[in-house]
């Protein structure tokens, strides 16, 4: 167990240089806090390009890099601070599809998410009643989150999607391009 030994100082007053508290407050200034308030450093270019990218048009937008660089967080950041103001009161949803590996697991995960109910009859069923579902929300933000085991099975759904509900955007984070 680690001890912390604490010296009293005697009469002595500690006052913090004033050029480091300066930086501090300038450096502080350029932060950008999610809503539980946990700084995003380094990521206020991101999120002005990616509310750029949609504001320009763009329905689908992939966030790709290696796993734990932050690409979750940044589009749950993004999807919590930056889509209303592009989206107004509309919708963002996030579907977690890490657990997922064929088309059925990421409609299943999705429909969960959305909160959808599907027969599970038919893949290509489900697909199009999912999309009309997300159709029906109108204006919405859909966060596909962990995608790269989906790349081949399943990036067929999301443009069907695309093609059925006109007035959502995606936001995926992959390891890989959807392509």
């Known amino acids: 167990m680690l001890e912390r030994h604490v010296h009293p100082v005697v009469n002595a007053r500690v006052e913090p240089p ?3 508290l300066q930086h501090a407050l300038e450096r502080a200034a350029h932060l950008v806090l999610d809503e539980r308030g946990r700084i995003v450093q380094g990521r206020k270019d991101a999120l002005v390009a990616l509310r750029q990218l949609f504001e320009s048009g763009a329905r689908l937008v992939t966030l790709t890099g290696p796993g734990g660089m932050g690409k979750t967080f ?26 997922a590996r064929n088309r059925e697991e990421m409609l299943r995960a999705a429909s969960e998410a959305l909160g959808i109910v ?3 009859a038919e893949a290509d069923d ?16 859909i966060l596909l989150d962990n995608f790269e085991q989906l ?12 093609g ?12 890989a391009l959807l392509g």
């Not at 790349?151 to 695309?162: F, K």
């Not at 059925?164 to 390891?175: D, G, H, I, K, Y």
């Open 18 to 20: 004033a050029a480091p």
């Open 126 to 141: 489900d697909t199009s009643a999912v999309g009309k579902e997300i159709a029906a929300l109108g204006p919405c933000l």
């Open 164 to 175: 059925l509900a006109r007035e959502a955007r995606f936001l995926v984070t992959s390891q």
């Open 151 to 162: 790349v081949d099975s399943a990036s067929d759904v999301v443009e069907t999607w695309l």
């Open 74 to 99: 940044l589009a749950r950041v993004f999807a919590e601070q930056q889509a209303p103001a592009f989206l107004g009161d509309a919708s963002a949803w996030f579907c977690d599809l890490q657990g």
């Open 118 to 120: 599907v027969s599970g």
